[in-house]
């Protein structure tokens, strides 16, 4: 599953929680990010986020992002489905249609086409969505260390009408998709996200879904 959102909704907290929710319930878990989660998506991070990187184009970050995630789909997300553990991840595929697509203007089905070959058939079977106000997460990343802003954070490169058409992107994306996506309201207090994403998530676990989910990916 992967936690998908806008800047500032709090996905990396909300993953870390849930991912010792399931460990509580005696569930093994992979808990991973992106870009990051292997040492070549790690430096690939730093490259993507760093403020004082060199300008790009949004292609080459689509790039970038998609490598980084290749590596991780190979290295560490397979191999934990294969041992039967639940891998949560902050952000996925979703992100790069939401930022470098919706928001930065990329195609989408060239955007699909990459992310095709980075996932190789693997993808989440349930998206939670984070839905905050850009005004919100945005106010959040801000009062933090100004130094610890990433690129996407900065205004004088991403303004708030790109952050807009993000958000946008990302529930156009859950209304076309809503069989895997799970859209939570992140503009509450941390512990009433956390209660709704553990209800959403014990419920696709007692599911179904998941069963079948996982038979389908042992044949």
């Known amino acids: 599953m992967s936690l998908e959102g806008p800047d500032g909704a709090g996905k990396s907290r909300a993953a870390g929680r849930l991912a010792e929710h399931l460990r509580a319930r005696g ?3 992979t808990l991973t990010r992106e870009p990051g989660g292997t040492r070549l998506g ?3 991070r730093a490259l993507l986020l760093d403020r004082d990187a060199a300008e790009r184009v949004p292609e080459a970050d689509a790039l970038l992002f998609s490598a980084a995630r290749s590596q991780l789909v190979q290295e560490v997300i397979r191999p934990a489905l294969d041992r039967g553990d639940v891998v949560v991840c902050d952000r996925f595929a979703a992100s790069t249609l939401a930022y470098q697509g919706y928001g930065a203007g990329v195609d989408l089905e060239s955007l699909r086409l990459m992310e095709s070959l980075a996932v190789d ?3 989440p079977d349930l998206v939670l969505l984070l839905d905050t106000p ?3 997460g945005l106010g959040r990343r801000g009062i933090g260390d100004p130094a610890e802003l990433t690129r996407f954070e900065d205004a004088s490169r991403h303004d ?3 952050h ?7 529930l156009a994306l859950a209304e076309a998709d809503p069989e895997r996506w799970r859209v939570v309201d992140g503009d509450r207090e941390p512990a009433r996200v956390d209660a709704e994403l553990f209800r959403l998530v014990d419920e696709f676990l007692a599911s179904d879904e998941l069963s079948g989910a996982l038979a ?3 044949q």
């Open 27 to 29: 569930v093994a878990v």
């Open 42 to 44: 790690e430096q690939i």
């Open 134 to 136: 850009v005004e919100i």
């Open 160 to 162: 708030l009408a790109f």
């Open 121 to 123: 058939g693997t993808r």
């Open 164 to 170: 807009e058409r993000v958000r946008r992107g990302y």
């Open 216 to 218: 389908r990916m042992h």
